[in-house]
């Protein structure tokens, strides 16, 4: 549907009003001439039908010629027969009637009514001409014009005057109309101009603060409504921005709290799978006081584990303190197949410790390929991780490159977790990866809501979905080729 501008909705109906008034003026003007003309016709008519029939006049060409000059009328006499014995026209009249036909004439009497006290005459044609009148039959013995005997007389008057009375009378509103027309449109057009570019000043502002662009200033013009709107809009504006300032101050804030509460989970996992490792070398030790013969490279290799928690235990640290002194802290490239060791080596013993089985399926190919943070990478992971350990009993890690797609002209390197616990409760379903939402008892809800924010952080995305009797998460993230 065509949109229409303020200038046609405001022109428009003042158009049409002005309209509807002047053809509402004319027609009352012209019911009001023709009705005026026809008490005029009936008051002449009268005048005349009672002269003639009151007064035995003279029908003499001279008494019928001041007859005609004082009454603008035509005065025929008729003989027995119908015909016109003469014909008397005022001063300057026309010739229609004396020059009309016999037959013509001799139809226009017979439709001829005969005179009647406050009887309208009708219209009648004769020739080119329409005219108005009566007839008055009887004899007049008085008269006998032509040697003949006048048994009716005729009294024709030009309707082609009053006619052009009642023409004229709504020639004035017209004109009238047609220049309130001009004038209004003049006006509108004027006035819409002028509000229609204050408007799109207002709608130009408008959408700068749409697009979060403010404070701004609308200009205020004259002292209407217009311009009380623009210093609303204008005190609108100034709230949005501080609005809008201590919305981003407090965003900050809760992205600190964010990040900070899902490092210190992370710190949390990483300190409890060092102890792990630390109790299964003690357990080695005991082993060996017991009698038994422990194996030397286990007891390093768990050592080792430990050592490597207590690592990564000290960069969540590192990484708190930076948030917290409002600094970010810069990710370190690792190559994907990196990462993915790390993972093993550390949650290898965890899983053993408890009793779960990891299974890692990987191909060479990650060796090619690094991430910008591996760091983030791998506590996201480990957090997903230790997610199914808690729930199920065994874990399954897969790491990929999925290739180029239509839809992306960029590989993404991909890694599923998929555990055969009973999957996420169906209340938070929904809003998994949303902060502070658990169902553990002595859970954070900070954990999923970390890895959301790390796969935002490594240019990628964060999804669970439940297939059969797996739960599966699946991590994306960018990768780039090692140079």
């Known amino acids: ?54 007064e035995n006049i003279p029908l003499a060409r001279s ?19 119908g015909d016109r014995l003469s014909v008397v026209s005022p001063v300057g009249g026309e010739e229609t009637i004396a020059a009309s036909s016999s037959t013509a004439w001799m139809e226009l009497v017979d439709r001829l009514p005969e005179w009647a006290a406050g009887k309208s005459p009708p219209r009648l044609r004769l020739g080119e001409r329409w005219f108005r009148g009566f007839r008055l ?45 001009a004038i209004m449109t003049a006006m509108t057009v004027w006035t819409t101009t002028r509000w229609a570019k204050r408007i799109g000043q207002l709608q130009k502002e408008v959408n700068a603060i749409a697009a979060g662009h403010f404070p701004t200033t609308v200009p205020s013009g004259d002292d209407d409504e217009l ?26 804030q809760q992205m600190l709290h964010n990040l900070s509460g899902g490092l210190a989970h992370n710190l949390r996992n990483t300190l409890t799978g060092a102890r792990m490792a630390i109790e299964l070398a003690i357990n080695s030790a005991d082993l060996s006081r017991s009698g038994s ?19 990564q235990a000290e960069g969540y640290l590192k990484r708190i303190l930076l948030l917290a002194q409002g600094r970010a802290s810069v990710g370190s490239r690792l190559s994907l197949a990196l990462c993915i060791q ?21 191909n060479e190919s990650l060796d090619d390929y690094e991430v ?21 009993h065994e874990v399954t890690i897969t790491a990929m490159i999925r290739p180029k797609t239509e839809a992306s002209s960029d590989k993404l390197g991909v890694i599923i977790v998929a555990d ?18 658990t169902t553990k008892p002595d859970g954070s809800g900070l954990g999923l809501a970390f890895v959301a924010r790390a796969a935002q952080l490594l240019g990628g995305t964060a999804n669970w979905r439940r297939e059969g009797h797996q739960t599966i998460f699946e991590l994306t993230f960018a990768v780039e080729v090692r140079s």
Do not use: C
């Not at 008494?63 to 027969?81: E, F, K, Y």
């Open 420 to 437: 055969d616990g009973p999957g996420l409760s169906a209340e938070i379903t929904e809003s998994a990866f949303e902060p502070f939402v």
């Open 342 to 362: 790390t993972l093993q080596a550390t949650l290898d013993t965890t899983a053993t410790h408890r009793g779960k089985l990891l299974i890692w399926n990987s």
């Open 293 to 311: 013969t422990p194996d030397p490279a286990l007891t390093k290799l768990r050592l080792e584990v430990a050592i490597r928690q207590i690592e």
């Open 63 to 81: 008494v019928l010629q001041l007859l005609a000059n004082l009454t603008s009328a035509h005065w025929i006499p008729v003989g027995p027969d």
């Open 1 to 54: 549907m065509a949109s229409r501008s303020l200038q046609q909705k405001l022109l428009q109906p003042i158009l049409l009003a002005t309209l509807l008034a002047t053809v509402v003026i004319s027609i009352f003007s012209y019911g009001l001439a023709k009705s005026n003309v026809e008490s005029e016709w009936e008051a002449r008519f009268d005048s005349i039908g009672s002269l003639v029939d009151r």
């Open 372 to 392: 910008l943070d591996g760091e983030t990478l791998v506590a996201a992971v480990s957090n997903l991780v230790w997610n199914g350990l808690e729930a199920g």
């Open 137 to 181: 039959s009887r004899k007049f013995p008085r008269a006998q014009p032509d040697g003949k005997a006048v048994v009716a007389l005729v009294v024709l008057i030009d309707d082609s005057k009053p006619q052009q009375t009642i023409v004229q009378s709504i020639v004035l509103p017209i004109l009238v109309g047609i220049l309130a027309i």
């Open 227 to 252: 311009s009380r709107l623009s210093q609303e809009m204008t005190r609108m504006s100034e709230q949005l921005s501080e609005s809008w300032r201590k919305l981003r101050q407090l965003h900050g």
